[in-house]
């Protein structure tokens, strides 16, 4: 058997062992060193034989197939490593098997990228479509639908709590003499300028929105009438105080009339009837010299020159 192993070439090596599994011959050539097995895995092998007389084990980077004879009082090995498995017709067929399943799985590896990518891209779209129909694209505060929407919350949350809610209205001062005179260039930068200086007033819980051309509305959960009126006049104050720089080295200054109410949500006060009360206060102020804040009927900052 080991001549015949020789002489066609068969891959591995066969080792004739006795039953002191001492080898005895083995098919290599003279002159070439077998194949040696360490204490570790002659142990292993020994345990492995002792169970069956027939089997197989992968000892390291080599794989041992052995048969116990009928007529010798020993065993037969053939050990083939890694390398000389992979050459013959089952190692190609291995490598091609291998292969797909490399192809196959980085596939689905990319396909899992690109879907995730899609999803985060999707979500982003819808995170800033949500934010375009409920925000205001030049002033970046909420719009009228958004302020409304908010507005919900806030009235219901202080008709569950008996906490006051105030409105601020505001309307800017001659504002269409400002497009006439600047162009409209300059109307949009008054705009942001003053959503900014509104926006540095306010409360972290208090909501601010552009619900008309020139106009603000300013939601103030658990606010009395006196401390809305309060964060009124800072506006005020603010926007008189602030110049305003144009294009081409211009400046400008300009002043605002604000309108105040607050009161408990219930079955009788909502949100539609604090802002109409503080828009009439406004048209009020307005009257009354514009560049000042009016609640109650009461009159804060002194009216424009």
């Known amino acids: 058997l080991l001549e015949e192993a020789l002489r066609d070439e068969e891959q591995g090596e066969y080792q004739l062992y006795n039953n002191q599994l001492e080898r005895v011959v083995t098919s290599l050539p003279a002159g070439v060193q077998p194949r040696a097995f360490t204490p570790a895995q002659r142990q292993a092998l020994m345990q492995a034989i002792a169970q069956s007389n027939s089997g197989s084990l992968r000892l390291g980077l ?3 197939v052995w048969q116990k004879l009928d007529r010798f009082d020993g065993l037969l090995l ?3 490593t890694l390398r000389e498995g992979l050459q013959g017709d089952f190692g190609t067929i291995s490598i091609v098997i291998a292969l797909l ?6 596939m689905v590896l990319i396909s899992w990228v690109v879907i995730r990518r899609m999803v985060r891209n999707m979500s982003e779209m819808q995170s800033s479509l949500q934010w375009q129909a409920w925000h205001d ?3 970046r505060l909420s719009n009228r639908g958004g302020l409304f929407e908010q507005a919900k919350k806030l009235t ?3 008709q569950q709590t008996g906490e006051p809610i105030a409105v601020i209205q505001i309307d800017l001062d001659h504002f269409k003499q400002v497009n006439d005179r600047h162009g409209h260039q300059a109307g949009d930068r008054v705009l942001t300028h003053v959503a900014r200086l509104i926006s540095n007033t306010l409360r972290a819980d208090d909501v ?3 619900v008309g051309g020139e106009e603000f509305c300013v939601i103030i959960p658990n606010a009395t009438l006196a401390q809305a009126a309060e964060i009124a006049e800072r506006i005020r104050t603010r926007i008189a105080a602030k110049e305003i720089l144009l294009p081409k080295g211009r400046t ?3 002043t605002a009339s604000l309108g105040v109410s607050s009161g408990v949500v219930d079955d009788r006060v909502n ?5 109409s009360i503080a828009d009439n206060r406004l048209y009020h102020a307005k009257r009354s010299g514009r560049n000042q804040v009016c609640a109650s009927g009461e009159y804060q900052g002194s009216p424009s020159q």
Not at 101 to 106: R, V
Not at 271 to 275: D, K, Y
């Open 137 to 139: 694209p030049l002033t």
């Open 252 to 254: 400008l200054r300009i």
């Open 156 to 158: 219901a949350y202080s």
């Open 208 to 210: 601010a929105g552009r």
């Open 78 to 80: 053939r050990i083939h």
């Open 101 to 106: 399943w490399l192809l196959f799985t980085t």
């Open 62 to 64: 080599s794989f041992v």
């Open 271 to 275: 949100f539609e009837l604090l802002q």
